[in-house]
């Protein structure tokens, strides 16, 4: 046995990758921000349309963005 060895530790984190473009990315990061969901979720933010979250927050997120996207829904009524 190697005792000039160093043990070495490594932090996995369990995510998803996250694709989207910059205005919902800024959403996402600002319900990061505010803890609106309970909690941080964001672990990385990666580039200008990927983010790496927890995996755990997923239903509370789509949620959360299904919601946005029925207010910004507007019925088309018939003539």
Do not use: W, Y
């Given at each position: 046995?190697?005792?000039?060895?160093?043990?070495?530790?490594?932090?996995?984190?369990?995510?998803?990758?996250?694709e989207?473009?910059?205005?919902?990315?800024?959403?996402?990061?600002q319900?990061?921000?505010t803890?609106?969901?309970?909690?941080?979720?964001?672990?990385?933010?990666?580039?200008?349309?990927?983010l790496?979250i927890?995996?755990?927050?997923l239903?509370?997120?789509?949620?959360?963005?299904?919601?946005l996207?029925?207010?910004?829904s507007?019925?088309?009524?018939?003539?």
């Amino acid at each position: 046995m190697n005792q000039n060895r160093q043990d070495t530790m490594v932090n996995v984190d369990k995510g998803i990758l996250v694709e989207c473009d910059p205005a919902m990315k800024q959403f996402l990061l600002q319900l990061d921000d505010t803890k609106a969901l309970g909690r941080k979720f964001v672990i990385k933010d990666l580039d200008d349309t990927h983010l790496f979250i927890s995996a755990d927050i997923l239903e509370t997120l789509q949620d959360q963005v299904d919601g946005l996207m029925d207010k910004l829904s507007f019925p088309l009524a018939e003539k």
